[in-house]
């Protein structure tokens, strides 16, 4: 059998391993972030609506420059912030990789801090880019002095702040984003993914844009929002910033279909978004509970939780998904990371979880 090996594969991907979260169907799948509520039915009913009527003309391209999509998500977003200020693609993902294709590649590298989004390296390895994990400080906090100090020591061409960061959850202050990107030379990417789960009153980095022009806020759809499948990703920057992705996208790469379902889940974003309080409300009872339990949960500012005192991480991982209940393993030595999901889920989580509780051991 034809192994990866025996291809004529670029020197630099041999040996890699892709993206690889596993896909299970369980009854309780708590291990990708998702919001595991489902979209409201009404709110289905609009988009299938629309997506028929972009059905109808699918004979044609579609908008290239999709500019009824990001006139939404300028209006959703605020902060005063104008079309032209707004890119998109199919999921941050995309959109990270153009900033990759665009700011990265062969002699360039990317600085971020490990653990991290795990995708990052991955982006990095596929654009050519070096990539720099520098460390964070204890709990896996991110202070002012260690970022900038990593900035100042590695002079990266993109700097990634994951805020607040996978898989640890750890929120980061907008000081700390302001002075990275006040000592950066390259571009300073902020990924708030999880901007939505943040607590009520935490500043976005969206603030900072003004006067900035190498700073780029990515955002998603796939996490609050509840459209992980339709793979729907933005960003904010400096109209220049956006036109130098115009250079690496590929043409209408965003489809009629996903541009359609979009602006509907944007024209119901209240309804879309009803569940975030109660999402966050059980992140805080995972928390609590955890660490009546024993164990250590990291500080999060998302819809997961990072938990230490994990004694077989690999053997827990097993015992759940035994049980229906898939979390995540993240390779992290004595820690798992858990989404918080509806009521019933989160309680499925916490009373298999006690089991393995330190406190009872
Ligand atoms: N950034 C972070 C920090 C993430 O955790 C994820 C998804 N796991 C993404 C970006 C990408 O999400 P999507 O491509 O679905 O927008």
New binding site residues.
């Given amino acids: 059998m034809t192994s990866l090996d025996d291809l004529p594969i670029r020197d630099d991907l041999r040996g890699r391993t892709p993206y690889g979260a596993p896909q299970e169907h369980v009854p309780v799948a708590l291990n990708?972030?998702e919001n595991t509520h489902p979209i409201p039915e009404d709110v289905a009913h609009d988009i299938v609506a629309r997506i028929a009527a972009a059905i109808l003309r699918l004979n044609r391209y579609p908008d290239r420059e999709f500019s009824d999509l990001r006139a939404a998500l300028a209006a959703y977003l605020g902060h005063g912030l104008a079309p032209e200020q707004i890119w998109a693609a199919n999921?941050?993902?995309?959109v990270?990789q153009h900033i990759m294709q665009a700011f990265g590649g062969p002699g360039r590298s990317a600085l971020g801090f490990a653990p991290t989004?795990s995708?990052y390296s991955l982006l990095a390895a596929g654009t050519g880019t070096e990539w720099i994990a520098a460390p964070r400080d204890a709990d896996f906090e991110l202070s002012l002095e260690t970022a900038v100090a990593a900035v100042r020591e590695h002079d990266p061409d993109i700097v990634l702040l994951?805020a607040p960061n996978?898989p640890t959850g750890t929120p980061l202050s907008l000081d700390t984003i302001r002075a990275v990107a006040d000592v950066a030379r390259g571009v300073v990417v902020v990924?708030e993914?999880?901007f939505e789960f943040a607590d009520p009153g935490t500043p976005s980095a969206l603030t900072l844009l003004g006067g900035r022009p190498r700073l780029l806020i990515s955002r998603?759809m796939?996490k609050a929002f509840a459209f992980?499948g339709a793979?729907v990703?933005y960003l904010a920057g400096d109209p220049a910033a956006i036109d130098a992705l115009r250079l690496v996208r590929l043409p209408y790469h965003l489809s009629a279909l996903t541009q359609a379902a979009a602006l509907g889940a944007l024209a119901h974003s209240d309804e879309m978004l009803a569940m975030v309080d109660e999402i966050r409300a059980q992140r805080e009872r995972i928390t609590r509970t955890l660490a009546e339990l024993g164990f250590a949960p990291a500080r999060s500012g998302s819809n997961f939780v990072l938990f230490g005192g994990v004694d077989d991480p690999h053997g827990v991982f097993e015992a759940l998904l035994a049980r229906g209940i898939l979390i995540r393993d993240i390779g992290i030595p004595g820690h798992l990371r858990v989404t918080a999901g509806t009521e019933a889920e989160t309680t499925a989580f916490l009373e298999a979880i006690a089991v393995f509780a330190p406190a009872g051991r």
Avoid: P, W
């Avoid at 999921?91 to 995309?94: D, F, T």
């Fill in positions: 990708v972030n999921g941050s993902n995309e990270l989004y995708m994951c996978n990924d993914a999880y998603t796939s992980a793979r990703g």
